[in-house]
């Protein structure tokens, strides 16, 4: 495999990224291409798409992992699930798989896109269009892995304690 790009964005350590692409869209990235993939040639077309997939290589991991299980942060890290029903990024091949959105083509051919969730320098082996009428699955479950985005923290404050908030204070 070759390294076509590398990402550039403020996630300078493991630390802060967002656990999932789409999940925090504000955050601009820009893919940088390697030399030998910087032409026009490469990206023609690709300004006709709002997303676009990301096939990268986990460069903070240590090495490729034989574990058959891991401890998924989202199951509080207790419970083992089988390697393949997870999006660790301790995996027989270290390669992971992100959905971002095209922003912008820049004059110099790199790409700004949001909703990344590599680390900056995190190389990058291929890019792919997002077809949505064969990548969008709505009905599909989502295992133990809920929606956050569907997610809503309901706040119950009882009325006996409610009565002793000042109204200004929420």
């Given at each position: 495999m070759k390294?076509?790009?590398?990402?550039?964005n403020k996630f300078t350590s493991k630390f802060g990224i967002p656990r999932q692409s789409g999940l925090e869209n504000l955050t601009e990235s820009t893919i940088v291409f390697e030399n030998g993939f910087k032409?026009?040639?490469?990206?023609?077309?690709?300004?006709?798409?709002?997303?676009?997939?990301?096939?990268?290589?986990?460069?903070?991991?240590?090495?490729?992992?034989?574990?058959?299980?891991?401890?998924?942060?989202?199951?509080?890290g207790n419970t083992r699930m089988g390697v393949f029903a997870t999006r660790s990024p301790f995996r027989p091949n270290s390669i992971g798989l992100s959905c971002v959105k095209l922003k912008e083509i820049s004059a110099d051919g790199s790409l700004i896109v949001t909703g990344a969730d590599l680390m900056n320098g995190t190389p990058i082996i291929d890019i792919k269009p997002y077809l949505p009428y064969v990548d969008a699955h709505p009905e599909a479950s989502n295992g133990f892995a809920l929606a956050s985005k569907d997610e809503v923290l309901e706040v119950v404050i009882p009325d006996k304690i409610a009565k002793k908030i000042d109204a200004k204070t929420l």
């Open positions: 390294i076509i790009a590398r990402i550039h032409s026009p040639d490469a990206i023609r077309g690709l300004e006709n798409y709002d997303y676009i997939w990301l096939l990268w290589l986990f460069s903070e991991c240590e090495g490729e992992s034989e574990a058959l299980t891991v401890r998924p942060p989202r199951l509080g």
